[in-house]
T-cell receptor, first 115, second 114 residues
């Protein structure tokens, strides 16, 4: 079936540095999402993105976070600067339509460790 | 608020036995809930197992089934006879027609033993 690729699968970074997580969504999908999961906890919605703009973001999407998809390439999540509490697995997802009743397609996640 | 609850973090079942994984939801916002079960196999991303968008209906896939029970606000996942290949993490999710994203439960890890 359709695949979402996330690069890298693991990232270790020092607190205060910048990190960019990359997502290659399903090719004809129009809606893109980032979720965050801390070990043992729920996978929490961060942000969604459509037509070059953020549609909705949660309170977890701090000012240090940003998303973009320049020229239809990777959908990226940038954190600048990173903090210890940003350590988590970040999942990217995409869908063809807005997701309330639509199937989401997920990547296998990027495990971010902030030291 | 709107949320999904999965009470079991891990379930161990013997092969060929029956399975039930519990899911209840709370939907306080305006809009009708759409309910999903996703599964994550080791090393892979979440993938849709089944979904139901109409209260009272049952969804089924790969021998699994779940009924959207609006009165009990539940969407339990069941299978009559599990196989070792069903070992995975199962996530219940809720999407509201008034919203733009899906909310997920904490996941239930299923281990099927011989």
């Amino acid at each position: 079936g359709p695949k979402v690729l996330q690069i890298p699968s693991h990232q270790i970074i020092d607190m205060g540095q910048m990190v960019t997580l990359n997502c290659d969504p399903v090719s004809n999908h129009l809606y893109f999402y980032w979720y965050k999961q801390i070990l043992g906890q729920q996978m929490e919605f961060l942000v969604n993105f459509y037509n070059g703009k953020v549609m909705e973001k949660s309170k977890l999407f701090k000012d240090q976070f940003s998303v973009e998809r320049p020229d239809g390439s990777y959908f990226t999540l940038k954190i600048q600067p990173t903090a210890l509490e940003d350590s988590a697995v970040y999942f990217c997802a995409s869908s063809f339509r807005e997701s309330s009743a639509e199937t989401l397609y997920f990547g296998s996640g990027t495990r971010l460790t902030v030291l | 608020g709107d949320s999904v609850t999965q009470t079991e973090g891990q379930v161990t079942v013997s092969e060929s036995k029956s399975l039930i994984i519990n899911c209840t939801y709370s939907a306080t916002s305006i809009g009708y809930p759409n309910l999903f079960w996703y599964v994550r196999y080791p090393g892979e991303g979440l993938q849709l197992l089944l979904k139901v968008i109409t209260a009272g209906q049952k969804g089924s896939s790969r021998g699994f089934e779940a009924t959207y029970n609006k009165e009990a606000t539940s969407f339990h996942l069941q299978k009559a006879s599990v196989q070792e290949s069903d070992s995975a993490v199962y996530y219940c999710a809720l999407g509201l027609n008034s919203g733009t994203y899906q909310r997920f439960g904490t996941g239930t890890k299923l281990q099927v033993v011989p």
